[in-house]
Nanobody
Framework: QVQLVESGGGLVQAGGSLRLSCAASGRTFSSYAMGWFRQAPGKEREFVAAISASGSSTSYTDSMKGRITISRDNAKNTVYLQMNSLKPEDTAVYYC?????????????????WGQGTQVTVSS
């Protein structure tokens, strides 16, 4: 079992930056691909970014590409999401997830473990 705990969310003005962190328990973190999804009020949860187990492959949603960077530190069992130039439409709960395979995926049903989420609010 893997437990994921997100942190780093908060309130930021449009154009600002936030770095989300996701700390994972367990000794198998380095073999899992990791992802970030988000869910805005009244909307479905959607893919944001993913990174392979080795960190050599990444994928991003088109709506945030160029403004976000996903990275991981396998020694610290942590994955990060750096978000820049934030917009009000980025307001959502951001969820970290882990996949029991090393390759990246962009759909929810490919992920086996989920965190509780962290709120990101971008004011205009």
């Amino acid at each position: 079992q893997v437990q994921l705990v997100e942190s780093g969310g908060g309130l930021v003005q449009a154009g600002g930056s936030l770095r989300l962190s996701c700390a994972a328990s367990g000794r198998t973190f380095s073999s899992y691909a990791m992802g970030w999804f988000r869910q805005a009020p009244g909307k479905e949860r959607e893919f944001v970014a993913a990174i392979s187990a080795s960190g050599s492959s990444t994928s991003y949603t088109d709506s945030m590409k160029g403004r976000i960077t996903i990275s991981r530190d396998n020694a610290k069992n942590t994955v990060y999401l750096q978000m820049n130039s934030l917009k009000p439409e980025d307001t959502a709960v951001y969820y970290c997830c882990a996949r029991r395979r090393g390759s990246i995926a962009a759909t929810m049903n490919n992920y086996d473990y989920w965190g509780q989420g962290t709120q990101v609010t971008v004011s205009s």
